[in-house]
């Protein structure tokens, strides 16, 4: 008896230590370069700002590609407080982003799981407070403009409403960055324009940067604060139960991705719960219909992403909100 158990447990181990082993090394290694332009304009020698900046332009050379990008980055360094102070700012903030660099890679490890590639190099700068475009990836390159990312209460997001600037802080930067990587190879059906098909897309989203963050909490990934999470989860029957007595799902007007699918300060129901809730309902709605899909099939992520069909994935995952 004491043998057998010693058999079994032998195997267990054996299964274990193979599971591991097998997790461990499924993350592929690649060649990874992380780079601080913003610094690079820091530390401009003034002393002669030409041959500063021709030479800063051989060292990122992305960043030059535009006809005048030498003069324009010499007048904003010299007369453009703006410029100046959001340099500033990020210096202050972001004295060390050696955790960001970790957490890039190993983000950027995961994704190279799921798609082919060997090399990839990101880099932090000032976008003058483009918010609109705070994260920009490439099959190459990503882009994260740090100056976007300098919290709520930074005195130039003022100009920002609040649903928009409450998210503007360091926790979301890693999260952002995989929402874009996976947007950039998950594609609409451009022949279904329904309100379905709006959910599933971005709940396709959110699921791939879930694989690719699996760590992350679900606010971040939603862009979300805490609460709004929890408002969802506690109100997820109510909102499947309005989609489905006022036939949303099919429905192809325009109006519907305004309410419930674009960025708001809340979701419009036309309800006393209005104000209550965060806007983007149905992007999360989305993601917990393609969590049942995985859940109640045997597809892989990668037949997920291909698979544009928004009413099969409703049907085979048998979808009920508790």
């Not at 010693?6 to 993350?27: D, E, G, M, P, Q």
């Not at 719960?273 to 965060?278: A, K, M, R, T």
Request: net charge negative; charged share 20%; proline share 3%.
């Amino acid at each position: 008896m004491k043998s057998r158990y010693v058999i079994y447990l032998f195997i267990a181990l054996f299964l274990f230590s193979f599971a591991c082993k097998r997790s461990n090394n499924y993350t592929k290694k690649i060649d990874f370069t992380f780079k601080r332009f913003e610094l690079g304009i820091i530390n401009l020698d003034t002393n002669d700002i030409d041959l500063a900046l021709l030479n800063l332009s051989k060292e990122y050379p992305l960043f030059f590609m535009e006809d005048g990008a030498l003069e324009l980055y010499k007048q904003s360094y010299l007369y453009n407080l703006d410029f100046v102070n959001s340099h500033d700012s990020i210096l202050n903030k972001f004295d060390n982003l050696n955790l960001l660099k970790k957490n890039l890679y190993s983000l950027m490890s995961t994704y190279a799981d799921y798609f082919p590639i060997d090399k990839y190099q990101i880099f932090t700068y000032a976008s003058s407070y483009d918010i609109a475009n705070k994260i920009v990836v490439t099959d190459s390159a990503g882009f994260i403009a740090l100056d976007c990312y300098l919290g709520p209460d930074y005195f130039a997001y003022t100009f920002y409403p609040k649903y928009f600037s409450q998210t503007l802080s360091e926790e979301y930067i890693l999260s952002d960055f995989a929402v874009e990587l996976a947007k950039k190879n998950i594609h609409k059906n451009a022949s279904d324009l329904s309100f379905l098909q709006e959910m599933i897309y971005y709940g396709k989203v959110y699921c791939l940067a879930s694989f690719l963050l699996p760590n992350h909490s679900d606010y971040l990934l939603m862009n979300y604060l805490p609460e709004q999470v929890e408002w969802c989860k506690e109100n997820e029957i109510n909102i499947w139960k309005y989609y489905i007595d006022n036939d949303v799902l099919f429905n192809t007007s325009a109006e519907l991705k305004s309410r419930f699918i674009n960025p708001a300060p809340f979701s419009k129901f036309y309800l006393s719960i209005d104000n209550d809730s965060p806007g983007r309902t149905a992007c999360w709605m989305g993601w917990q219909i393609i969590k049942s899909y995985l859940e109640n099939t045997n597809t892989t992520i990668e037949e997920l992403i291909v698979n544009t069909n928004a009413q099969e994935i409703l049907k085979k995952s048998n979808y009920k909100p508790q």
